[in-house]
């Protein structure tokens, strides 16, 4: 039975073979990786069986030994070449994974490394109104927060897609409900306080603006435009839009109009930058537009022309989700830049602090200080969290010389902490820690109207 208890016709809905070997497409790899937010495990296993919306069909995937197979429950009569032909445009089959990984792995040896761990993570080729207003949602929020506002939005202001054979969802108790993404049209009437109380925040505002702005330009048809257009182009449009910055508009780009050398950065990509790539990135103070644009040369000059598709591979390696795959050598790299960071972080935050009081102390009245006065004795020493020529590896072990001070060993045993270690999502996406805390299962989730809010990227 449907949601909502309608008895559902019989009609066979078989499996069919999309035609591409595992190491062309990886499922979970490439629909859990945060660029899109419509899919979910129902057994909360890598291989599936998967299900999501491919524009108003609700498609089912899963892994076999040699391939992927799919089924169509809300069609399951139409032709399996069209479905095939729909499936493959999604997932870019045109384009050869296995060469563009042979390519990459020439770049370096962790980079090598990681692609051996995560094989088969490919790039949607999304329907852009989606990606857009999903991406805009994405700001300053997690993936499991995200995944509930859309699944809430969809079902507010979509279109219902009806199921019309269960049997591929196997013993569930009730389905999902499915729906299609809401039209800009639709979403430009939406007042404001409706679309906060579905969970979007100040967001609210930027869904409604966006959607108007959309329709003086074109509607659907100027995003897809955009697909025509340079990397430097596009960007430059989408962040006249209300919502969307440079991350934004390149997550967009990259995820649906077919920028495949664009770099949506991000303090997590700007880590890798700094730690893989060029460590001086590190004097710089903010992500200003040189330093967006500086971060994205370094990927493009590495990895070519699909770069954009590359990064998605090392951005997932960040995520909790894929930790346990990598190999050790390339986690205690990450750990260990982690650990210098907060490291780092914290000793600012002390030099800021010890500023502010010494400002306070000049234009507090003088008074007289006794000699054997703990101030007067204090050097300031024990302020300093660990000497900047000190190498990684050393510090990370606690075997630093001059030794770490009370308080640097003390972040040292906090920052080591496995759940404190757990690296960070985007989509991109802030808010990544909570997830470390949960397991596969939170794909688990209903694609309509389902209330999870508390997964986290």
């Not at 979910?40 to 197979?69: F, H, N, R, Y």
């Not at 590359?310 to 790299?333: I, K, M, W, Y």
Request: hydrophobic share 40%; glycine share 8%.
């Amino acid at each position: 039975r449907a949601a909502g208890g309608m008895k559902l016709p019989l009609v066979a809905c078989m499996w069919h073979r999309l035609g591409c070997g595992l190491s062309e497409l990886r499922l979970e790899a490439t629909l859990a990786n945060g660029q899109a937010f419509n899919w979910a495990s129902l057994g909360g296993e890598a291989g599936g069986p998967w299900v999501g919306v491919v524009g108003a069909q609700v498609i089912m995937l899963k892994e076999t030994e040699a391939d992927i197979e799919f089924c169509c429950p809300s069609a399951p009569e139409q032709s399996p070449e069209t479905l095939r032909a729909d499936l493959s445009d999604h997932f870019q089959l045109g384009t050869p994974l296995g060469e563009l990984y042979t390519h990459w792995r020439s770049a370096d040896a962790r980079t090598s490394a990681v692609l051996d761990a995560l094989p088969g993570l490919r790039v949607l080729r999304q329907e852009p109104t989606e990606c857009l207003f999903s991406f805009i949602c994405s700001s300053n929020n997690n993936i499991g927060r995200i995944t509930g506002i859309l699944a809430r939005l969809r079902a507010a202001y979509g279109t219902q897609i009806p199921i019309l054979n269960a049997e591929p969802f196997g013993e569930l108790a009730e389905l999902p409900a499915f729906y299609a993404f809401p039209t800009i049209e639709r979403l430009a009437q939406v007042p404001d306080e409706e679309l906060r109380a579905l969970g979007l925040g100040y967001r609210a505002r930027f869904i409604r603006e966006t959607a108007t702005l959309l329709l003086e330009k074109g509607g659907a048809d100027w995003l897809l435009e955009q697909r025509q257009r340079s990397r430097e182009e596009v960007q430059t449009s989408l962040v006249e839009l209300c919502g969307v910055g440079r991350k934004v508009a390149d997550c967009v780009a990259l995820f649906s109009m077919d920028q495949t050398s664009t770099i949506p950065v991000d303090v997590h990509v700007w880590q890798i930058a700094c730690r893989d790539y060029d460590p001086s990135l590190h004097e710089a103070k903010s992500l200003t537009p040189a330093v967006y644009e500086r971060v994205g040369a370094l990927f493009r000059s590495r990895l070519g022309s699909h770069a954009g598709w590359a990064h998605s591979v090392l951005f997932a390696a960040e995520l909790p989700l894929f930790r346990s795959r990598l190999p050790e050598e390339v986690l205690q790299q990450m750990d260990e830049f982690k650990a210098v960071e907060r490291l780092k972080s914290a000793q600012k935050k002390l030099d800021k602090k010890d500023s502010a009081e010494t400002q306070s102390q000049k234009s507090a009245p003088k008074t007289p200080k006794s000699p054997s006065s703990p101030a007067s004795l204090n050097t300031g020493a024990d302020k300093k969290l660990f000497v900047k020529t000190t190498p990684t590896s050393a510090i990370v072990k606690g075997q630093a010389e001059p030794p770490l001070s009370n308080l640097a060993a003390e972040i040292l045993q906090e920052v080591l902490k496995p759940a404190a270690l757990t690296p960070g999502a985007q989509g991109m996406q802030a808010g990544s820690e909570q997830e470390s805390k949960r397991a596969r299962p939170r794909h688990k989730i209903a694609l309509g109207s389902g209330s999870n809010d508390n997964a986290a990227a």
